[in-house]
């Protein structure tokens, strides 16, 4: 099993960031899939979530209006496009694959949100 991240980097306040994460070794299209992020003396905190089936989500309130989370089935990857990021935005970003009793993560892409 793995998950792979990708995209993460340096970007000016008010820039964007697509990141991706690449999912093997599982059925992806029926694991739940979410990003989230943990800034350094900080919690890990939940970004985005997007379901299995339906392909609902879910945003947190710091993110809502400026992220948008979507996965692709026939690629095995998940998406998270950032937009109007701020430094608070600066984490590390860790892709999630849940479903029953399986929790998968991945190793986490850096985003530095600074002028």
């Known amino acids: 099993v793995q998950l792979v991240e990708s995209g993460g980097g340096l970007v000016q306040p008010g820039g964007s960031l697509r990141l991706s994460c690449a999912a093997s070794g599982f059925t992806f299209s029926s694991y739940h899939m979410r990003w989230y992020r943990q800034a350094p003396g900080k919690e890990r905190e939940l970004v985005a979530a997007i379901s299995s089936l339906r392909g609902s989500t879910t945003y947190a309130d710091s993110t809502k209006g400026r992220f948008t989370i979507s996965r692709d089935n026939a690629k095995s990857t998940v998406y998270l496009q950032m937009n109007s990021l701020k430094p608070e935005d600066t984490a590390v970003y860790y892709c999630?694959?849940?479903?029953?009793?399986?929790?998968?993560w991945g190793q986490g892409t850096q985003v530095t949100v600074s002028s």
């Open positions: 999630n694959a849940r479903y029953q009793f399986n929790d998968y």
